[in-house]
């Protein structure tokens, strides 16, 4: 299965509410990166937490990181309409030179 | 500031005729630079990773190749598309390896 594995695939809430997803991985680390895509368009680049963090906070955005779980969570607080896009965690495995990417979680916020 | 153009952002060959997309960085130099491809509703694909003119890491046998001609210049080809090679092809750049990625906004190729 992949390195990096992102639950709940799909994920519905009404706004205002928070929103949780979910990263599991299997290999260590160097970081772990969060990424938001809306529809169509590239990748924007979230957030990083590095192997020795354990939590991280940008603006609404809070990502935590158990390095003996091998997971990972992003908490959006206080969702908007303008929040909906699919969100992937990406691993930088250590000794390579590349991020591997999940799947991706689609979230939907319903006004 | 630093920008990425991908081009051309919407693509429609018929099976077995060549590819060229092609990415250019500004406002950086020596990037490191990534092709990745995406499946509809699906994770992404690292295909290429190049961390410097000429050198060009495969990470999965692939219809395509990648160069590298100029530090921020790089290339994605194919000599015959297949039906496979359809998706969402997406170029990005980092400053060092494994850190922040800067995406292109994507070139949707439909192979027919």
């Known amino acids: 299965s992949q390195q990096g594995e992102e639950d709940p695939q799909a994920l519905s809430i009404q706004e205002g509410e928070n929103a949780t997803m979910n990263c599991s991985y299997k290999?260590?680390?160097?970081?772990l990166q969060w990424y938001r895509q809306n529809s169509g368009r590239g990748l924007v680049h979230l957030i990083l937490?590095?192997?020795?963090?354990r939590e991280k906070h940008s603006g609404r955005l809070r990502v935590t990181l158990d390095t003996s779980k091998k997971s990972s969570s992003l908490l959006i607080t206080a969702s908007r309409a303008a929040d909906t896009a699919s969100y992937f965690c990406?691993?930088?495995?250590?000794?390579?030179?590349?991020?591997?990417f999940g799947q991706g979680t689609r979230l939907t916020i319903n006004p | 500031s630093q920008t990425i153009h991908q081009w051309p952002a919407t693509l429609v060959q018929p099976v077995g005729s060549p590819l060229s997309l092609e990415c250019t960085v500004e406002?950086?130099?020596?990037?490191?630079l990534y092709w990745y491809r995406q499946a509809a509703g699906r994770g992404l694909q690292l295909l290429f990773y190049?961390?410097?003119?000429?050198?060009i890491s495969s990470e999965v046998p692939q219809n395509l190749s990648a160069s590298r001609p100029q530090d921020r210049q790089f290339i994605l080809s194919s000599k015959k598309l297949l039906l496979s090679d359809s998706g969402f092809y997406l170029c990005?750049?980092?400053?060092?390896?494994?850190?922040?990625?800067?995406f292109g906004s994507g070139t949707q190729l439909s192979v027919l």
């Open positions: 406002g950086t130099s020596n990037p490191n």
């Open positions: 990005a750049w980092s400053h060092r390896r494994s850190e922040k990625l800067f």
């Open positions: 190049s961390v410097g003119i000429g050198q």
């Open positions: 937490i590095r192997s020795n963090e």
């Open positions: 290999t260590s680390i160097n970081n």
């Open positions: 990406a691993t930088a495995i250590q000794g390579a030179q590349k991020l591997v």
